[in-house]
């Protein structure tokens, strides 16, 4: 429901941000994909069903990340490179796994709880307070309350001197 809001938005402000995706919703709203690869954003795996890969027997959560790297590739028509962990919850064999499937493991510096909208200033204060070179912000697409704050965010961070860029624009 938001992912139209949220892609207009980064565009105007022309910013590209990574969406790690859920293989099934790819599945089920393909434009969203082709929309956010055709506005220069980075696509990544976050699973097929966004299950905790930690309980999973490993060929079971090798699957989940085969099946949602195969759905996005064949919607985007490049391979994904990253891979964030649903509730970024893992085990030695799911990072070998994600490496052996050709997948960087990626994580956030910053998680400011947008998908409990604990209201606008807290989450305007949380995203503000852990700003900083090099960071990684974990936000949701479909969090009411990240849309009401993430335009102000985005002119802050410019107003400060950050970069705002994919995971994959990130300095090596």
């Known amino acids: 429901m938001y992912e139209p809001l949220l892609l207009d938005m980064l565009r105007r402000s022309g910013v590209k941000a990574t969406f790690f995706v859920i293989g099934r919703n790819a599945a089920a709203y393909p434009y969203f994909i082709r929309d956010m690869t055709q506005q220069g954003h980075e696509v990544g795996n ?3 069903h966004h299950v905790r890969l930690p309980p999973l027997p490993l060929n079971e959560a090798v699957n989940e990340m085969r099946w949602a790297s195969d759905i996005v590739q064949k919607l985007t028509g ?3 490179r990253y891979f964030r962990p649903p509730g970024g919850e893992y085990t030695p064999q799911t990072l070998q796994a994600a490496r052996s499937l050709g997948l960087n493991t990626v994580f956030w510096t910053d998680d400011p709880g ?3 909208n604990p209201g606008d200033a807290v989450l305007e204060s949380r995203l503000h307070r852990n700003l900083r070179p090099g ?3 974990l936000l949701h697409d479909n969090a009411p309350e990240m ?3 993430l335009q102000g965010f985005l002119r802050v961070a410019r107003q ?3 970069a705002l860029t994919t995971v994959g624009g990130l300095p090596k």
């Open 147 to 149: 849309l009401n704050v």
């Open 46 to 48: 976050h699973t097929y």
């Open 135 to 137: 960071g990684v912000v």
């Open 114 to 116: 947008d998908f409990q």
């Open 160 to 162: 400060e001197g950050y």
């Open 78 to 80: 490049k391979p994904v």
